[in-house]
C-alpha cells in the first residue's frame, strides 16, 4: 500500500512546479500499476494536471521529458480508449490533445458497450465449456458480473450527476453569500 503524503503548495496559491511533476509521475504510476501503459499514463496525467486540459504535442515533450515518438505512442494508446481527442490549434497546422469533459464519466459511460460484448462471450463461453464444470461455472459467474455492473452504472452515474450539480449549486451559493 502507497503511503499518502499532504500535497505540496506553494505560498499564494502558486504552483510549485516539481510538487506537480511528482504528482504527475505519482498519479501515472498508479495508472500504470492498474493496467494501462507507462507513458500513456504519464501523458494523460499531464493533460489532467494542465489548466487548459489540453497540450501539443512539443509541450507533452517538454513537459515530460520524452520523445516526440513517445508522446505518439501515447496519444495513439489514449485516443483508442476515448480519453483524449485530437484538435487542431485555431490559425495553426499544430494538433492538440485535450482530455474529454468530465473524462471519467465519459469513459465509464462507453464501457458499457465493452462490458456488454465481454458478457455476451462469457455466456458462450459457458455453454461451451459446460455450466455444470468449475470453469463453466466461473465463467457464469464472470457474465453475471458483467450483466450485474451494466445495469448498475446507469444509476450510479445518474447519483454522480445529482451529487455535482448539489455541489455546484452549494458552491454558487456560498459564492452570493460572500
Do not use: C
Not at 21 to 29: D, I, W
Not at 53 to 58: E, M, Q, R, V, Y
Not at 97 to 119: A, G, H, I, K, P
Amino acid at each position: 500500500m502507497r503511503e499518502t503524503t499532504e500535497p505540496e503548495s506553494a505560498p499564494g496559491g502558486e504552483r510549485d512546479e516539481a510538487a506537480v511533476s511528482r504528482f504527475v509521475e505519482r498519479f501515472a504510476a498508479d495508472l500504470a500499476e492498474a493496467g494501462m501503459q507507462r507513458m500513456a499514463a504519464r501523458v494523460f496525467a499531464a493533460l489532467l494536471v494542465s489548466d487548459s486540459g489540453a497540450l501539443s504535442s512539443a509541450e507533452l515533450a517538454e513537459r515530460l521529458r520524452i520523445s516526440p515518438a513517445a508522446v505518439s505512442g501515447a496519444i495513439r494508446y489514449l485516443s483508442q480508449v476515448d480519453m483524449v481527442v485530437r484538435e487542431r490549434e485555431p490559425g495553426s497546422r499544430r494538433d492538440r490533445y485535450r482530455l474529454f469533459n468530465e473524462v471519467w464519466y465519459e469513459t465509464l459511460t462507453r464501457r458499457d458497450q465493452m462490458l456488454s460484448r465481454w458478457e455476451s462471450t462469457m455466456r458462450d463461453g459457458a455453454k461451451v465449456l459446460g455450466p455444470g464444470t468449475p470453469a463453466g461455472q466461473r465463467i457464469t459467474e464472470t457474465a453475471d458480473f458483467f450483466e450485474w455492473i451494466q445495469q448498475e452504472l446507469p444509476r450510479m452515474l445518474e447519483r454522480w450527476r445529482h451529487h455535482q450539480a448539489e455541489r455546484r449549486a452549494a458552491e454558487a451559493r456560498t459564492a452570493e453569500a460572500g
